[in-house]
């Protein structure tokens, strides 16, 4: 109870009682805001800090309103004639989460004549196009840092979820069975293995951090950027050939960015690179992957598990290959129960209530600085004034 409390108190915008502009008697420019959030239907009653949704709003409806700010939030995105397709053409800022995103492709940003600012409740902005925001002269900032904990856990548990084979085995049990060698033929131990990240950034340098107590074999990293905190930290080392560093693991962490440089960097070839009975974990964003090719080496036995929390699209079609994909274990041998080496979820890593909370106080404060003319935290800006502000999303002149 009372660490409910004090999480509570530990989360309240540190401006709400101190921002001008909240207390402000004379009335600002009215701006118009759209939000596109997922749905929470009953559960957003049942839990209001679920933040990021269309009922709770990231919790920031009343202080917008009180300032005579527009607020349209929806969750309806994908077709011409959506919500946020017809209120983007006049709106000065989009919110949208990476969870249920906002697809700011070329023609939605040529279409949005007042843009002026894009935020992303969390981290990722691949769903804004981001050259062109450049173009136009679109800022686009996000709450960097804000889930990067809750996504790190996410993957040490996907890790030991395929490693240890838990999904058949848990649904085994729940279909009232009792088989030990169904399972246990493929479940083996994470000490002793190689476990790479492709990214060394704040998720990568947190996932090799959590799993330095699991005696791996070796911890190694493939980034353009050198990490030292991390060499030091966990004894990670670098590789700076792809090839050589895909060849070495037993398990690939994917925790880049999605850009041009990364879009179906993990395809047929490149798993052709890594050890037959690898696994791979991807929460970082599906199109980095080529979701066919993950499919059809599961199905060969090249790979003996994928997971992760994330699809080239969002939602992603119900004929997705995510959907059916499964390991062809131990010869082929079907299992009884479920899919075995399947341990996807739908986009959850980074949305924790925790996190939520993180976000949502984020995108507050990113706001309460656009209102006020007040610069922006240098880490929450990825574009801004005609440029790449963040050296995340590859090698730029
Ligand atoms: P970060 O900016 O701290 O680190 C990204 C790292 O990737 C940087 O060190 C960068 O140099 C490296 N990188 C870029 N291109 C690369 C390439 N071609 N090869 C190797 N390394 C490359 O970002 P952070 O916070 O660690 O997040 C990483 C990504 O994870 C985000 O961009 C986002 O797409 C994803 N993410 C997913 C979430 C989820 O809920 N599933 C939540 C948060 C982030």
């Given at each position: 109870m009372f ?5 509570l108190?530990?989360t309240?915008p540190r ?11 004379t009335?600002p420019?009215?701006?118009k805001?759209v939000?596109?959030l997922?749905?929470a239907g ?13 009922e709770?709003?990231?919790?920031i409806?009343?202080?917008l309103?009180q300032?005579g700010h527009?607020?349209i939030v ?6 011409p004639d959506?919500?946020f ?5 006049d709106?000065e ?5 990476p969870f249920h995103?906002?697809?700011?492709t ?5 279409s949005a004549k007042?843009?002026k600012?894009c935020?992303?409740?969390g ?13 136009k002269n ?5 709450v960097?840092?804000s889930?990067?904990v809750?996504?790190?856990?996410h993957?040490v548990m ?5 490693v240890r084979?838990?999904v ?6 729940l ?5 030990v060698a169904e399972?246990a033929?493929?479940?083996?131990d ?6 790479g ?13 959590r799993l330095?107590?699991?005696?791996c ?8 950027q050198?990490n030292?905190?991390l060499?030091?930290?966990?004894g ?15 398990v690939l962490?994917?925790?880049c960015?999605?850009?041009?440089g990364?879009?179906?960097l993990?395809d047929a070839?490149?798993?052709s690179?890594?050890?037959?009975g690898?696994w791979?974990v991807?929460?970082a964003r ?8 993950v499919?059809?080496?599961l ?5 003996r598990?994928y ?6 699209q969002q939602?992603?079609p ?6 059916t994909?499964?390991a062809?274990?131990?010869g082929?041998?079907?299992y009884q129960h479920?899919v075995?080496?399947n ?9 924790s209530?925790d ?6 106080n ?5 706001l309460?600085?656009?209102f006020n003319?007040k ?8 574009v801004?004034k005609g440029q790449y502000a963040?050296k995340a999303?590859?090698q730029?002149?």
């Amino acid at each position: 109870m009372f660490a409910r409390a004090a999480l509570l108190r530990s989360t309240i915008p540190r401006f709400a009682s101190t921002s001008p502009r909240f207390f402000s008697t004379t009335k600002p420019n009215m701006v118009k805001i759209v939000a596109v959030l997922y749905t929470a239907g009953k559960y957003g009653d049942a839990q209001p800090r679920l933040l990021g949704t269309v009922e709770n709003k990231l919790g920031i409806a009343d202080w917008l309103k009180q300032q005579g700010h527009e607020f349209i939030v929806t969750a309806d995105k994908d077709s011409p004639d959506s919500e946020f397709r017809q209120h983007v053409k006049d709106a000065e800022i989009v919110i949208t989460t990476p969870f249920h995103p906002a697809y700011l492709t070329a023609e939605v940003l040529e279409s949005a004549k007042n843009l002026k600012c894009c935020i992303t409740a969390g981290v990722g902005s691949d769903h804004v196009d981001l050259d062109v925001a450049n173009k136009k002269n679109i800022s686009v900032y996000e709450v960097t840092g804000s889930n990067v904990v809750s996504v790190a856990e996410h993957v040490v548990m996907t890790i030991l979820v395929l490693v240890r084979n838990f999904v058949p085995a848990n649904r085994q049990y729940l279909e009232g069975d009792w088989n030990v060698a169904e399972v246990a033929r493929e479940s083996y131990d994470l000490e002793g293995k190689v476990v790479g990240t492709l990214g060394s950034g704040r998720i990568g340098t947190r996932v090799l951090q959590r799993l330095k107590p699991f005696d791996c074999a070796k911890l190694t990293y493939y980034d353009y950027q050198r990490n030292d905190f991390l060499e030091k930290e966990t004894g990670a080392v670098r590789v700076e050939d792809l090839k050589e560093f895909l060849s070495e693991l037993d398990v690939l962490t994917i925790n880049c960015p999605l850009y041009e440089g990364t879009k179906g960097l993990i395809d047929a070839e490149k798993i052709s690179w890594m050890k037959k009975g690898a696994w791979i974990v991807n929460t970082a964003r599906g199109a980095i992957v080529n979701a066919k090719d993950v499919k059809a080496a599961l199905a060969s036995g090249h790979l003996r598990g994928y997971g992760g929390d994330v699809t080239d699209q969002q939602p992603p079609p119900k004929d997705h290959p995510f959907y059916t994909m499964a390991a062809s274990h131990s010869g082929g041998i079907p299992y009884q129960h479920g899919v075995g080496g399947n341990a996807m979820t739908p986009h959850i890593s980074g949305t924790s209530i925790d996190a939520q909370i993180r976000y949502a106080n984020g995108v507050k404060e990113i706001l309460d600085n656009y209102f006020n003319g007040k610069p922006q935290t240098p880490a929450n800006i990825i574009v801004e004034k005609g440029q790449y502000a963040t050296k995340a999303y590859g090698q730029r002149k």
